[in-house]
């Protein structure tokens, strides 16, 4: 096992002494565990916790790096989902996207808003989740994030067809493709 993945499972299993890590060592290790986090979204749930709470513990212990603590209200959102707690996940989601507006950096802020909007669905906010999509696909395609914009696009689309708009539904699915 590489040292950066050894140092990410330590974490993990709260072993790591993150407080000591040099920053740019600390920032890598989170972008690791919100890969592990959304890698585990949907297929093991209990292990994409486990990876949020690294993270947690991770911001906490580097307080001066607000991007390790835009990535743990990121997977602290993802957690909210999983667990059915669709409005505390669009308010960790929308913390999240201010600190990476904080630091200069919209398309991360823009990533954001993607599961953002599956939230605001769960939550039958269908009018909101429509404006977070519509801005969030402008954002994302203005940054130059397709794919991102794609997912965006087929919600907007599973959106409409739950409305019964089908002309639009189509559009927004052409839209993706």
Same mark, same amino acid.
């Given at each position: 096992?590489?040292?950066?993945e050894a ?11 993150s ?7 600390a920032? !890598? +290790?989170?972008w *690791? $565990?919100?890969?592990?986090?959304? /890698? &585990?979204?949907?297929?093991? =749930?209990p292990? #994409? %916790? ?24 990121w997977?602290?959102?993802?957690v909210?989902l ?11 989601l929308?913390?999240?996207? !201010? +600190?990476?507006? *904080? $630091?200069?950096?919209?398309?991360? /802020? &823009?990533?954001?808003?993607? =599961?953002?909007? #599956? %939230? ?19 954002d994302l ?26 002309? !639009? ?8 493709a």
């Amino acid at each position: 096992m590489p040292a950066q993945e050894a140092d990410v499972q330590a974490l993990i299993d709260g072993q790591a002494a993150s407080a000591s890590l040099l920053p740019e060592a600390a920032v !890598a +290790l989170a972008w *690791q $565990l919100k890969q592990q986090c959304y /890698a &585990a979204w949907s297929t093991a =749930p209990p292990r #994409a %916790a486990q990876a949020a709470a690294a993270l947690q513990r991770l911001a906490t212990a580097q307080p001066a790096l607000a991007e390790i603590a835009a990535l743990a209200a990121w997977t602290a959102a993802v957690v909210c989902l999983n667990q059915g707690r669709s409005a505390d996940a669009v308010a960790r989601l929308d913390e999240s996207a !201010a +600190l990476w507006r *904080q $630091l200069g950096r919209p398309l991360e /802020a &823009a990533q954001t808003q993607v =599961p953002k909007l #599956a %939230a605001l669905l769960m939550l039958g906010e269908h009018g909101r989740a429509a404006e977070c999509g519509t801005a969030a696909r402008a954002d994302l395609l203005a940054l130059g994030d397709v794919a991102a914009a794609s997912k965006v696009s087929l919600n907007l689309g599973s959106l409409q067809m739950r409305r019964d708009d089908y002309p !639009a539904a189509a559009a927004h699915y052409r839209q993706a493709a």
